[in-house]
């Protein structure tokens, strides 16, 4: 039985720049992947993070008395919104401070503040004024640490990584644009002759831009695929291996997994604008050099 | 009755070089035929490229069924070059495609379904003789089967106005008398065909005008049947 003849791709497949332009993208798919991952992961980590750092406070007692940090515990257990307290032993204070003192220079008689670890049933309620107020009636002499500070500036790292990354993507886009914009034109020069044709048996400007726009978004989307996937076992080995340098990665690996979605539209967004922006060369192109 | 055609006053240079073509008047009426003829280099081949659209002129108006084509957007020029078939010299087949999808070309842009001309492309293609050639490339193929590929590309769309350039120069005198046999039979059924030809015992075959370009002018001698003017 005769196959069924099925429409042709009117632009050739075997253009001799598309192996060199799919190597190109795909390396800028992979870059561009490598930033958008990180700074996902870091956005989402430090929202983690500060979650975290919301839901506890610290509450330490000055003198150092076990009694008096007892006292506190008891009455922060009894406080609304407290879901846990229980207090540090000057053991574990002394081992906070060694890396300073080192383990051999605390004296016994040295008064060392003890920690009371509170864990709050809801973020940032009750806060660090009502604690420290509640704790001041009781007659204890205690500071409240609601780690605000550290908050802050997890923040401005988040926002930090998350500009630069921001600035990176954009830069690649740009980069694809003008290398997809440098193709495209190379593309209509070298099928001048077939573009001619195509125009002579009535074929419209869109309709020639469109077949350029579909050829890059397939460009993309293959080397695409490639460069997300390479991204995609990059980060993956980063965060499973165990590499130094990924250190902040490893901290919160599930967040990172979570993030990987990411890869899946970093491939999507390059196609789309290999795509158009082909298409709106070929467009310009040909009205101001074709008849 | 207006024509379906008209040149008036054009002059074409290329660049800045000198007029190739100069004061060229013309009037095509629908349904005519007729034969440009004239030495090479006289012109033919800039004169067509002209009237299917492929050139502006330097100056002096292209009036193409009823719409001054140098006012119309690129848009309508793609509608208005619909209405055209051309027969090139140098044939412009697509040597990535297939004789069918060469010939199906001017079809794919109607917005017509595949199907419902997958056969009106197969039955031409056995007319001219290549009904066993669907599937080939046109780089496979002989100069006399090019040209018919580039022929049945050129009416298979059933255009208002058929253009061939020297569209018998590579085929044999029966293969040659066979698709004048075509362009008449389009000419009866409306066609308006204008064919460019070197070869002076074909054009006399035909009771038709003929329209002499010699050094960059345009003359004109009336056939039995008096289809067009300058």
Same mark, same amino acid.
């Given at each position: 039985?005769?196959?069924?003849?099925?429409?042709?791709?009117?632009?050739?497949?075997?253009?001799?720049?598309?192996?060199?332009?799919?190597?190109?993208?795909?390396?800028?798919?992979?870059?561009?992947?490598?930033?958008?991952?990180?700074?996902?992961?870091?956005?989402?980590?430090?929202?983690?993070?500060?979650?975290?750092?919301?839901?506890?406070?610290?509450?330490?007692?000055?003198?150092?008395?076990?009694?008096?940090?007892?006292?506190?515990?008891?009455?922060?257990?009894?406080?609304?919104?407290?879901?846990?307290?229980?207090?540090?032993?000057?053991?574990?204070?002394?081992?906070?401070?060694?890396?300073?003192?080192?383990?051999?220079?605390?004296?016994?008689?040295?008064?060392?503040?003890?920690?009371?670890?509170?864990?709050?049933?809801?973020?940032?309620?009750?806060?660090?004024?009502?604690?420290?107020?509640?704790?001041?009636?009781?007659?204890?002499?205690?500071?409240?640490?609601?780690?605000?500070?550290?908050?802050?500036?997890?923040?401005?790292?988040?926002?930090?990584?998350?500009?630069?990354?921001?600035?990176?993507?954009?830069?690649?886009?740009?980069?694809?644009?003008?290398?997809?914009?440098?193709?495209?034109?190379?593309?209509?020069?070298?099928?001048?002759?077939?573009?001619? #044709?195509?125009?002579?048996?009535?074929?419209?400007?869109?309709?020639?831009?469109?077949?350029?726009?579909?050829?890059?978004?397939?460009?993309?989307?293959?080397?695409?695929?490639?460069?997300?996937?390479?991204?995609?076992?990059?980060?993956?080995?980063?965060?499973?291996?165990?590499?130094?340098?990924?250190?902040?990665?490893?901290?919160?690996?599930?967040?990172?997994?979570?993030?990987?979605?990411?890869?899946?539209?970093?491939?999507?967004?390059?196609?789309?604008?290999?795509?158009?922006?082909?298409?709106?060369?070929?467009?310009?192109?040909?009205?101001?050099?074709?008849? | 009755?207006?024509?379906?055609?008209?040149?008036?006053?054009?002059?074409?240079?290329?660049?800045?070089?000198?007029? #190739?073509?100069?004061?060229?008047?013309?009037?095509?009426?629908?349904?005519?035929?007729?034969?440009?003829?004239?030495?090479?280099?006289?012109?033919?081949?800039?004169?067509?490229?002209?009237?299917?659209?492929?050139?502006?002129?330097?100056?002096?108006?292209?009036?193409?069924?009823?719409?001054?084509?140098?006012?119309?957007?690129?848009?309508?020029?793609?509608?208005?070059?619909?209405?055209?078939?051309?027969?090139?010299?140098?044939?412009?087949?697509?040597?990535?495609?297939?004789?069918?999808?060469?010939?199906?070309?001017?079809?794919?842009?109607?917005?017509?379904?595949?199907?419902?001309?997958?056969?009106?492309?197969?039955?031409?293609?056995?007319?001219?003789?290549?009904?066993?050639?669907?599937?080939?490339?046109?780089?496979?193929?002989?100069?006399?089967?090019?040209?018919? #590929?580039?022929?049945?590309?050129?009416?298979?769309?059933?255009?208002?106005?058929?253009?061939?350039?020297?569209?018998?120069?590579?085929?044999?005198?029966?293969?040659?008398?066979?698709?004048?046999?075509?362009?008449?039979?389009?000419?009866?059924?409306?066609?308006?065909?204008?064919?460019?030809?070197?070869?002076?015992?074909?054009?006399?075959?035909?009771?038709?005008? #003929?329209?002499?370009?010699?050094?960059?002018?345009?003359?004109?001698?009336?056939?039995?049947?008096?289809?067009?003017?300058?």
């Amino acid at each position: 039985m005769k196959a069924e003849r099925k429409k042709a791709a009117l632009l050739p497949n075997n253009d001799e720049r598309d192996g060199p332009l799919f190597f190109v993208m795909t390396i800028f798919v992979f870059l561009a992947s490598l930033s958008a991952v990180s700074a996902a992961i870091a956005v989402q980590s430090v929202a983690h993070w500060k979650q975290a750092l919301r839901s506890e406070m610290t509450v330490q007692v000055k003198n150092g008395n076990p009694e008096t940090a007892q006292q506190a515990v008891e009455i922060l257990r009894k406080m609304p919104g407290v879901k846990s307290a229980y207090a540090g032993t000057r053991e574990e204070a002394k081992q906070l401070l060694e890396p300073w003192l080192g383990s051999q220079n605390i004296p016994d008689d040295l008064p060392i503040p003890i920690l009371v670890y509170v864990q709050l049933e809801n973020t940032g309620y009750p806060d660090s004024s009502k604690l420290a107020d509640t704790l001041a009636e009781a007659g204890l002499h205690v500071s409240v640490d609601d780690h605000q500070r550290w908050a802050k500036a997890l923040s401005r790292s988040a926002q930090s990584v998350q500009l630069l990354s921001i600035a990176v993507l954009a830069l690649l886009f740009t980069a694809m644009i003008a290398i997809t914009g440098f193709a495209t034109r190379a593309g209509l020069a070298a099928h001048k002759d077939l573009v001619e #044709v195509l125009h002579l048996v009535g074929a419209r400007d869109s309709t020639i831009a469109r077949l350029f726009g579909q050829k890059f978004v397939i460009l993309g989307l293959k080397s695409g695929a490639f460069g997300a996937g390479l991204a995609a076992i990059s980060v993956a080995g980063l965060m499973v291996g165990g590499v130094g340098a990924a250190s902040f990665m490893q901290v919160e690996a599930q967040v990172g997994f979570g993030q990987l979605w990411v890869l899946l539209l970093v491939p999507l967004v390059m196609a789309i604008v290999g795509g158009w922006t082909a298409h709106y060369s070929v467009l310009n192109n040909l009205r101001k050099h074709h008849q | 009755m207006s024509p379906i055609l008209s040149l008036s006053h054009i002059g074409l240079r290329y660049g800045n070089g000198p007029e #190739v073509l100069q004061d060229i008047n013309l009037e095509l009426q629908q349904g005519s035929m007729q034969f440009l003829t004239g030495p090479s280099g006289a012109g033919k081949t800039s004169l067509l490229r002209l009237i299917y659209l492929a050139l502006r002129p330097s100056r002096g108006f292209v009036q193409l069924f009823g719409r001054d084509a140098s006012l119309a957007s690129r848009d309508e020029l793609a509608l208005l070059r619909r209405r055209i078939g051309v027969v090139f010299q140098g044939f412009e087949l697509l040597n990535h495609l297939s004789v069918f999808e060469n010939v199906a070309l001017p079809l794919r842009f109607t917005g017509k379904r595949h199907d419902s001309y997958k056969r009106d492309v197969e039955d031409l293609l056995s007319w001219v003789g290549l009904g066993k050639m669907l599937d080939a490339l046109p780089d496979t193929l002989s100069g006399g089967e090019k040209q018919r #590929v580039a022929i049945a590309r050129a009416v298979v769309a059933k255009p208002d106005i058929l253009i061939a350039d020297e569209p018998t120069g590579n085929v044999d005198p029966q293969m040659g008398q066979r698709l004048m046999r075509l362009f008449s039979e389009l000419n009866r059924l409306g066609t308006t065909v204008l064919i460019a030809s070197h070869d002076i015992g074909l054009i006399e075959t035909f009771p038709v005008d #003929v329209y002499t370009l010699v050094d960059g002018r345009l003359s004109f001698r009336a056939g039995k049947n008096k289809g067009g003017r300058t």
